[in-house]
């Protein structure tokens, strides 16, 4: 995720424990993976709010376009030559 290989996870994880002290680092660990997991679900939340409303978007265009094509096939048959009403050639 961060390319943090192992030794320098240890040396951060010393870091930690001569700063915050031995009492406090598993405290300071839970918090910090609570905040993580809050900011994990509200990216998500907004993942899926984003997608929701381009599908949202998808359906309506192509409802859009469903209906232009249909308005345009009724609007050739209205004016349309003989040929368009009846599918066949006119006869003379």
């Not at 994880?13 to 680092?25: E, N, W």
């Not at 990216?43 to 409303?53: E, L, M, R, S, W």
């Amino acid at each position: 995720m961060f390319n943090i290989g192992f030794q320098e996870l240890i040396i951060i994880a010393i870091i930690a424990l001569l700063i915050v002290g031995p009492k406090k680092l598993p405290e300071l660990a839970k918090n910090l993976g609570k905040s993580f997991g809050e900011l994990k679900r509200a990216a998500d939340g907004i993942t899926d709010d984003f997608k929701q409303t381009l599908k949202e978007d998808e359906i309506k265009e192509d409802e859009g376009l469903k209906n232009s094509l249909l308005n345009k096939k009724s609007d050739n048959y209205e004016t349309g030559t003989e040929e368009d009403k009846n599918g066949k050639e006119p006869q003379s």
